[in-house]
């Protein structure tokens, strides 16, 4: 059974930074693309940025580019999002997904390509 858990959400202060990590266990092998949503109050569910397993094919949403960083950790099959400058628009939970994929280097872009899903984080920014 797949499981997947968020850590490192928090309150912070408008400008400030936090570190997201996520872990993917109970399920080995390659190709497992791993990606971040956010879900506000009120709104629905928008992506964030997702790698490919390679790390070599990786997508952020355009409100956050320049400020937001996905790596990982393939030995771990671990994600991480480095959040800086944020904004109090950037407040929600932030979600980990995982979906293991048919190649290396395919990133799926859409909530529903994701099959497994961690509880969420959440991410408050002060103004």
């Known amino acids: 059974q797949v499981q997947v858990v968020e850590s490192g959400g928090g309150l912070v202060q408008a400008g400030g930074s936090l570190r997201l990590s996520c872990v993917a266990s109970?399920?080995?092998?390659?190709?497992?693309?791993m990606a971040w949503f956010r879900q506000a109050p009120g709104k629905e569910r928008e992506f964030v940025g997702a790698?490919?397993?390679?790390?070599?094919?990786?997508m952020h949403a355009d409100s956050v580019k320049a400020r937001f960083t996905i790596s990982r950790d393939n030995a771990k099959t671990a994600v991480y999002l480095e959040m800086k400058s944020l904004r109090p628009e950037d407040t929600a939970v932030y979600y980990c997904a995982a979906v293991w994929t048919s190649s290396t280097w395919y990133v799926p872009l859409k909530s529903n390509e994701y099959l497994y899903w961690g509880q969420g984080t959440q991410v408050t920014v002060s103004p």
């Open positions: 790698t490919s397993w390679s790390g070599d094919n990786i």
């Open positions: 109970g399920r080995t092998g390659r190709n497992c693309a």
